[in-house]
Every structure is written in structure tokens, then in C-alpha cells.
């Protein structure tokens, strides 16, 4: 199984980025996804998760900003984020069950 996070970059306050999560080794159609962050000195926090049938639901630090989505043809799961603000600063990371992926780094500047 493998979960490959991708699209992190600099992006000012206010800004918008979206980030990418590519499964392979899974049944992906059926699969829940989870996104995580852990900024600098902190511990890992939910963001915000996808089910199988779309329905999503989000922390209420990101709630109303991120919007979580999937293509299942192409096993991909996004996370929309607007409206960023410094304290989204972090590495974010998509989850399935057991299985993590490497993070992609998110920095947001003041």
C-alpha cells in the first residue's frame, strides 16, 4: 500500500492550495482517507476525512476553508484549502487505516 501527498508549497495568507493523495494497493472506490498535519513542535492533528460515498467532515479549525473531495478513477483524494493563515503552517499527511503517507509541506506566510 502506498499513499503518495503532493501540491504543498509557499502560498501568502489568504492564498489557496490544494493538495493531492494518490493510493495505489488499496480498494480505493471503497476506502475512507483521512488528512492529518503536524506543524513545527506540535503534535499530528485530524484535518479533516472523506468517505467512501463523499460525505466529509472536518476539524472546526479548518471548517469552512478546506473542502475535501476524491476521483476514484484516479485513486485520488484533494484537500482543498483557502483563505490560509499562518497557523496552517505544517506537513500534511493522508491516512488510510494503518497506512500514512510521506507529507508534503505547507508554509504559510504572514
Known amino acids: 500500500v502506498q499513499l503518495q501527498a503532493s501540491g504543498g508549497g509557499l502560498v501568502q495568507a489568504g492564498g489557496s492550495l490544494k493538495l493531492s493523495c494518490t493510493a495505489s494497493?488499496?480498494?480505493?472506490?471503497?476506502?475512507?482517507i483521512d488528512w492529518y498535519r503536524q506543524a513545527p513542535g506540535k503534535q499530528r492533528e485530524w484535518v479533516g476525512f472523506?468517505?467512501?460515498?463523499?460525505?466529509?467532515d472536518y476539524a472546526d479549525s479548518v471548517k469552512g476553508r478546506f473542502l475535501i473531495s476524491r476521483d476514484n478513477a484516479k485513486k485520488t483524494v484533494y484537500l482543498q484549502m483557502n483563505n490560509l493563515k499562518p497557523e496552517d503552517t505544517a506537513a500534511y499527511y493522508c491516512?488510510?487505516?494503518?497506512?500514512w503517507g510521506q507529507g508534503t509541506l505547507v508554509t504559510v506566510s504572514s
Open positions: 472523506i468517505r467512501s460515498d463523499r460525505y466529509g
Open positions: 494497493g488499496i480498494t480505493f472506490s471503497t476506502s475512507n
Open positions: 491516512n488510510h487505516l494503518m497506512y
